[in-house]
Nanobody, 117 residues
Framework: QVQLVESGGGLVQSGGSLRLSCAASGITFRGFTIGWYRQAPGKTRELVARIRNGGEANYADFVKGRFTISGDSANNTVYLQMNSLEPEDTAVYYC???????????WGQGTQVTVSS
């Protein structure tokens, strides 16, 4: 059974940093794209960053230069380092695993990030 567990969210002041973790069980990163998405109140869920096969990374334009996604295959964990946080980054952040060669995908339960001005 595949399970994704996010952690690391919290309350931070504008300009601060947080590191989110997505611990995966039941899969290995090779063969999956692991993505971080976020959903703010009243808004649709949007892609923040994703890493494919544990290597190639892509970012949404609004986080380029501020956020970094990375994978630790030894611990089966994907991280999202978030720097220079802004109040507009306030949202629930979700981890997603999507198989590259099949339609399978799954979500974590989400972790709240709140950035105060």
């Amino acid at each position: 059974q595949v399970q994704l567990v996010e952690s690391g969210g919290g309350l931070v002041q504008s300009g601060g940093s947080l590191r989110l973790s997505c611990a995966a069980s039941g899969i290995t990163f090779r063969g999956f794209t692991i993505g971080w998405y976020r959903q703010a109140p009243g808004k649709t869920r949007e892609l923040v960053a994703r890493i494919r096969n544990g290597g190639e990374a892509n970012y949404a334009d609004f986080v380029k230069g501020r956020f970094t996604i990375s994978g630790d295959s030894a611990n089966n964990t994907v991280y999202l380092q978030m720097n220079s946080l802004e109040p507009e980054d306030t949202a629930v952040y979700y981890c997603n695993a999507q198989a590259i060669y099949s339609p399978y995908d799954t979500w974590g339960q989400g972790t709240q990030v709140t950035v105060s001005s």
